[in-house]
Nanobody, 123 residues
């Protein structure tokens, strides 16, 4: 049984930082591309970042230079370091795992999902 468990969300002021973690179990972690998505109230789920087993990364333009995705294959964990947070970053952040090779920002291409963690950025 595959489980993805996110942690690290919370309330932060604009300009602050948070580090999200996602612990994976029940899958061969190094075989999966791991991604972060987010969903704000009334909006569709949005791709944020993804990372291959070897460390190749992709980011949505709105977070480039502020967010960093990383993974520790020995710990079966993926991270999202978020710096210089803005109120528009407020959303539920989801961790996801994709079995296929190559980049995708489409949520339908991800096989497994976590339950999400709330990030709220106050102005």
């Amino acid at each position: 049984q595959v489980q993805l468990v996110e942690s690290g969300g919370g309330l932060v002021q604009a300009g602050g930082s948070l580090r999200l973690s996602c612990a994976a179990s029940g899958l061969t972690f190094s075989s999966y591309i791991m991604g972060w998505f987010r969903q704000a109230p009334g909006k569709e789920r949005e791709f944020v970042a993804s990372i291959t087993w070897s460390g190749g990364t992709w980011y949505v333009d709105s977070v480039k230079g502020r967010f960093t995705i990383s993974r520790d294959n020995a710990k079966n964990t993926v991270y999202l370091q978020m710096n210089n947070l803005k109120p528009e970053d407020t959303a539920v952040y989801y961790c996801a795992a994709r079995a296929s090779f190559g980049y995708s920002g489409n949520s339908k291409d991800y096989n497994y999902w976590g339950q999400g963690t709330q990030v709220t950025v106050s102005a």
